[in-house]
């Protein structure tokens, strides 16, 4: 089954507090019906971690995982973002944006 955002696509918030921001995936986790992601950069969160033998303790900031439904493709060739489509290539199905029609996979 494929999947319309995987890790390493370039996508955009589209809803919640960080609405406009752009960032690659990172993470995608499939569980319980919900499918959410981790982008670089995009709904941080401080976090407060305890030094240990291994590493200094500190604030530091974290990505949270943003439901899939908020945010979007971006296609950063045209500056827009895009839905994706499928189309079979050569016998083999691969995702496409439906905007430009560059072809992903």
Known sequence: MMAKIV???DV???AGSDKGKIGKVVKILRKGGHVV???AGV???RKSVKPSKDRE???FSVE???DISNI???DS???VRTKVGYKFVDGKKVRYLKGSGRVLD
């Open 64 to 66: 949270r995982f943003i």
């Open 12 to 14: 955009i918030v589209i």
């Open 7 to 9: 890790s390493g696509d």
């Open 57 to 59: 303790g500190g604030i």
């Open 72 to 74: 979007a493709l971006f």
């Open 77 to 79: 060739e045209a500056g």
């Open 37 to 39: 992601a981790k982008v």
């Open 43 to 45: 709904a941080l969160c």
